[in-house]
């Protein structure tokens, strides 16, 4: 090696942490990610490994291998790929996708509808943030299996139950994010404002809830999927002769002694979720193109729904 190269190598700027790389190299590295998961899940089923040979036992003419894992406790995936179109018609599959779906936007649109206000309020009143403090600490830090039991006993047994659930479960999430997004609004729009003389109503609604907006709008996307997870808790009873959802049709599977529906599922409420997010986030940058650099398309609507129930009172210098 030469004098040179070692300086050379001391004059390169350090990798850089944290950086962002090209959306073609991150699509690559998740399809290898995929490729990586579906290679162990054939490796680990299928006959592979020769089995041992006792002491003194003859040989046998044909050698014989057998999966790692027995396909009783995982099938393979050539198993549950072949097993899908009876699982889509006989096990009403996109039926209980429905039905999932529709709980989980109840439920959260509940906890949304209800919190973020409750969020915003909590952040521009003390008053109100000290009041609703033990309330988010306790529901964040509740076990979420603890619920189900108390929402039996407060809503019976059926759909609303489930919805309750959901709402409990993620509406005190939806308070605190709400409640730090607009604290985390600087304090020079607000003296600005105030300097113009906006009156408090229009500081909360022309101000802070407008620049605290993106940042709310990203906590529910993420949360959304929270939510996602915690329905198959809610669907672990079945009301009626009414379909049940995806964790009913894992439980019924389960009782069956069937393993390919149960893996189906769970392969594709990440899809799904996935598919949502995806959405949700297209949305977010469209509404939010400053932020996030989306073309803004919904911007203009968004702005007028918002300020539709706002005073139209300028600001007075």
Not at 31 to 45: E, K, P, R
Not at 63 to 91: C, H
Request: hydrophobic share 55%.
């Amino acid at each position: 090696m030469s004098q040179s190269e070692p300086a050379a190598a001391a004059s390169r700027p350090p990798a850089r942490l944290r950086g962002a790389i090209s959306s073609e190299a991150a699509f690559l590295w998740g399809v290898a990610a995929i490729l990586t998961v579906l290679s162990g899940w054939y490796l680990i089923t299928t006959p592979l490994f020769p089995v041992p040979v006792e002491a003194g036992a003859e040989q046998p003419t044909e050698r014989e291998y057998v999966p790692l894992v027995s396909p009783v406790m995982l099938p393979g995936p050539a198993a549950v790929f072949e097993a899908v179109p009876g699982i889509v018609t006989q096990r009403k599959l996109v039926a209980n996708t429905l039905v999932t779906l529709r709980r989980v936007v109840l439920g959260f649109g509940l906890a949304a509808l209800v919190g973020v206000p409750a969020g915003i309020a909590a952040a521009c009143f003390p008053a109100v943030r000290a009041y609703l403090y033990p309330i988010t600490i306790f529901g964040r830090n509740i076990p979420v299996a603890a619920l189900i039991p108390l929402t039996f006993f407060l809503f019976g047994i059926g759909e609303f139950q489930k919805v309750m659930f959901l709402f409990i479960a993620a509406v005190a999430f939806v308070v605190s994010d709400a409640t730090a997004a607009v604290l985390e609004v600087p304090e020079r729009f607000v003296d600005t404002a105030r300097t113009l003389g906006a009156s408090r109503w229009q500081i909360i609604t022309k101000v802070l809830a407008p620049l605290a907006a993106p940042a709310i709008f990203n906590s529910l996307r993420l949360l959304f999927g929270l939510a996602f997870g915690y329905v198959m808790l809610a669907e672990l009873v079945k009301f009626g002769s009414d379909s049940g959802g995806l964790g009913d049709l894992i439980n019924v599977s389960q009782r069956r002694g069937e393993r390919e529906p149960i893996l189906v599922v769970l392969i594709m409420i990440p899809l799904l979720a996935y598919t949502i997010d995806r959405a949700l986030w297209w949305l977010q940058c469209d509404l939010f193109p400053y932020r996030y650099g989306g073309k803004g398309r919904l911007k203009g609507l968004w702005q007028r729904l918002f300020h539709a129930a706002t005073p139209r009172a300028e600001f007075r210098p």
